[in-house]
Nanobody, 123 residues
Framework: QVQLVESGGGLVQPGGSLRLSCAAS????????MGWFRQAPGREREFVST????????YYADSVKGRFTISRDNGANTVYLQMNNLKPEDTAMYYC????????????????WGQGTQVTVSS
């Protein structure tokens, strides 16, 4: 089992930036590919980004490429999502996931979720 706690969400104007954090405890953090997913009201949860256990490989949804950067600190058991040039369509609850796997050209989340952190982009 792994426990995940997200933080860093908030209200930001279009064009602004936020940095999300996800602190992990429980099983060895290094064992997991870590990921971020998001869910907007009335929509299904969708893939945002993942990072391999070593940090050497990263993946992004097309909608966030060039604006978001995922990173991890295995010594601190934490994964980050730096979000720049935020747009109103980025408004969603953002969830951290441990153990996502690639499947059929996309990423399938594991059952290990945090509670989420709300990001609202509005003027």
């Amino acid at each position: 089992q792994v426990q995940l706690v997200e933080s860093g969400g908030g209200l930001v104007q279009p064009g602004g930036s936020l940095r999300l954090s996800c602190a992990a405890s429980g099983r060895t953090f290094n064992d997991y590919t870590m990921g971020w997913f998001r869910q907007a009201p009335g929509r299904e949860r969708e893939f945002v980004s993942t990072i391999s256990w070593s940090g050497d490989s990263t993946y992004y949804a097309d909608s966030v490429k060039g604006r978001f950067t995922i990173s991890r600190d295995n010594g601190a058991n934490t994964v980050y999502l730096q979000m720049n040039n935020l747009k109103p369509e980025d408004t969603a609850m953002y969830y951290c996931n441990a153990g996502a796997e690639q499947s059929g050209g996309t990423w399938r989340a594991s059952r290990f979720w945090g509670q989420g952190t709300q990001v609202t982009v509005s003027s």
